[in-house]
């Protein structure tokens, strides 16, 4: 079959190539999926550029942790799928439910993604999608819809009708973000350097939107469309970059949700602004197959369409690859892996 490989020590595009591998083998629990298509989150890219937190990978391995594509066949003990089903993997394999562990694996790193023709996985680590949902947009869910779904949904305070969320940039988990927001009944701001990314968002709903370009001071810009008030969640993307502007958005009692790094880090993190107004800030890890499941519950009954911006043939995944570093891109990239 063919997959793509990051080769060990990368730290540049270079260390992406195309591979020949063999088609594996399902064991008694696991499902074969005959990949369709796969989406690109930014941690794919600090990962073949040697920049994500473990460094440089230690062994060749197949990129990216979200995919999705037809189980077509299965192990002797395998209960929840069958030839046909149409599915995703989880970005966490083994983390079913509950807390998460100290150490979990993950699709793409420590674990072998999903850029190849075909991949088996446990069958607990597999989740289905909607019928009428494409395999382009099936892709997209497994680590920026489940992390804005955990991050908005199920850590702690969920969002509520009237809530005040904000969204920073406008990627693949603030968007999902935006559209979780908005079904929930509640109020989104976004930011963003585009005003044409601005537009679209105003399109999905946002019922505010700043230029971080043209407004540096953004944290000021929140102030003034909430009267003063502040927000009530926060999708925080950029990480000590952007913690301090954050830190000075949210309102009384809210809570801004970590999730990402990627704005240029910033030496001022000082939490104090926190403590006056009682807020708060949580980490978020993706989340479990439960989570994924109770999402995609969510997104059927709301008709929620995954933000697919831009399909690359197979042959061009590294282009997709800098097209993700460019940022010059709304919601999710992917790539087709099979029709």
């Known amino acids: 079959m063919n997959a793509y490989v990051i080769r060990k020590g990368s730290t540049t595009l270079d260390g992406l190539q195309r591979v020949e591998r063999p088609v594996p083998l399902p064991g008694p629990n696991e499902v074969l999926i005959r990949v369709h298509a796969v989406s690109l989150n930014y941690r794919d890219h600090a990962i073949v550029t040697g920049q994500y937190f473990s460094g440089a990978i230690g062994r060749?391995?197949?990129?990216?942790?979200?995919?999705?594509?037809?189980?077509?066949?299965?192990?002797a003990n395998v209960t929840r799928f069958k030839a046909g089903d149409r599915v995703a993997g989880c970005f966490f394999q083994g983390w079913v439910d509950g807390p998460p562990a100290p150490m979990m694996n993950a699709l793409g790193v420590p674990l072998d993604g999903m850029l190849a023709e075909y991949v088996a996985l446990h069958q607990d680590g597999v989740v289905a999608i909607p019928s009428w949902m494409s395999f382009e947009e099936g892709a997209t869910l497994p680590c920026a819809g489940v992390t804005a779904w955990n991050a908005l949904m199920m850590c702690g305070t969920r969002v509520k009708p009237g809530d005040t969320v904000l969204c920073l940039g406008t990627g693949g988990v603030s968007i999902f973000g935006l559209q979780f927001a908005r079904a929930a009944g509640a109020r989104v701001i976004i930011t963003s350097s585009s005003g044409e990314k601005l537009e679209r968002a105003h399109a999905l709903g946002a019922s505010g939107g700043i230029n971080y370009k043209s407004h540096p001071d953004w944290e000021k810009e929140v102030m003034n469309?909430?009267?003063?008030?502040?927000?009530?969640?926060?999708?925080?993307?950029?990480?000590?970059?952007?913690?301090?502007?954050?830190y000075r958005s949210v309102g009384f009692g809210g809570k801004i949700v970590l999730i990402g790094f990627l704005a240029q880090p910033s030496a001022d993190t000082n939490p104090t602004p926190l403590m006056f107004r009682g807020a708060s800030l949580h980490g978020v890890r993706v989340g479990s197959r439960a989570m994924f499941e109770q999402m995609i519950a969510a997104i059927e009954v709301n008709r929620i369409k995954p933000v697919v911006d831009r399909v690359f043939p197979f042959d061009q995944a590294a282009e997709a690859w800098k097209c993700l570093a460019s940022g010059k891109f709304f919601g999710k990239l992917v790539i087709e892996v099979a029709r």
């Open 60 to 75: 060749d391995t197949i990129p990216a942790s979200d995919g999705a594509g037809l189980v077509t066949s299965v192990g």
């Open 225 to 246: 469309l909430t009267d003063g008030r502040g927000v009530d969640h926060i999708l925080e993307v950029g990480g000590s970059g952007t913690l301090a502007r954050s």
